[in-house]
């Protein structure tokens, strides 16, 4: 990254890139884009590795026999993506408790800096053998603890806590972007 | 429908029951139930149809040269939904104006009450050569007004404008549900 400069630099690694793959073709929609349901899908991916980081991959779930449930999301679509760009998810913890991570994921071309699409989930720590809310195991919220250190500095992002509306109906209006 | 009671059926058929689907292999997760992103594979099928509805078809698409694009959506997942479970969406036209319509999608059990998922968008109505948002074409807003004629009746969906946040951080709170 070393044509960047340096707070850019610097925000990127503490943002932490999550995933990274090229638009494929079972992806594209009549539009010739990417279907909205696959950058969700991108960004599903990504909390995967977000998962991962936290000591709740394949083995760690098996260790403590937790797990994590999507709760709840929200996509701001702002460019389309056409097949075949590399892109990249970079994720910032926005805050958490004893059994929610509420994440911000970002996508971007590859290396570049134009947001090409928002998501904010809030996620919710579940034991699996009871299928039920659990508070995180402690080795995974000393991990979570860690992260969001980490990225303590960063500011929070536009596309956080969206409604969605037209002006003068019953939401608050502003929908912006494009997939 | 004759199993329902008067007041549900006549909100089923208000309601337009615009896509219907088994739970593929290939949505399944680790977690052994349908992914976050697949559900709103199942509600973009479910605008597609829609937009057939509504004269944007690939006839329609041709004719007048325009298309829909996702500006932004909302999830919330009430519900784990299993593999081969049957399910049906139905949808809700809340508002729209010259270029843009804001549809709400239910998800169900095929013919059963419990609400799964609920999903809001804001679509655009898209000039397919300038690439840019254009007023709807007459046909397709002729279309449109129709439908919002049929639903005026129906009650605004209670997963509707919806702010993701945890308590006392920076949003609103109250995510709930599960996917």
Redesign the interface.
């Known amino acids: 990254m070393g044509w960047l400069p340096e707070p850019v630099k610097r925000t990127i690694i503490a943002m932490l890139i999550t995933y990274r793959t090229a638009i494929l073709p079972e992806w594209v929609d009549?539009?010739g884009h990417l279907?909205?349901?696959?950058y969700?899908?991108i960004?599903?991916y990504a909390t995967d590795a977000l998962m991962d980081r936290i000591g709740l991959d394949?083995a760690g779930?098996a260790r403590c026999g937790h797990?994590l449930?999507?709760?709840?999301?929200?996509?701001?679509?702002l460019a389309?993506v056409m097949l075949d760009v590399e892109v990249e998810v970079r994720t910032q913890l926005?805050?958490?408790?004893r059994k929610?991570l509420?994440v911000y994921h970002g996508l971007y071309r590859h290396g570049e800096e134009q947001l090409l699409a928002a998501n904010?989930?809030?996620l919710?720590n579940?034991d699996?053998s009871a299928?039920r809310s659990a508070p995180f195991d402690e080795q995974v919220l000393s991990r979570v603890n860690t992260l969001q250190e980490t990225q303590r500095d960063l500011l929070?992002p536009t596309h956080?806590?969206?409604?969605?509306?037209?002006?003068g109906?019953?939401?608050?209006g502003g929908?912006?972007?494009?997939?």
Request: positive net charge; glycine residues 10%; proline residues 2%.
């Open positions: 009549y539009n279907r909205d349901a696959f969700l899908l960004f599903s394949e779930r797990t449930y999507t709760l709840e999301c929200h996509l701001n679509y389309e926005l805050a958490h408790d929610r509420q904010e989930q809030m919710m579940i699996r299928r929070w956080v806590g969206r409604v969605i509306g037209l002006p109906a019953a939401g608050q929908s912006g972007g494009r997939a």
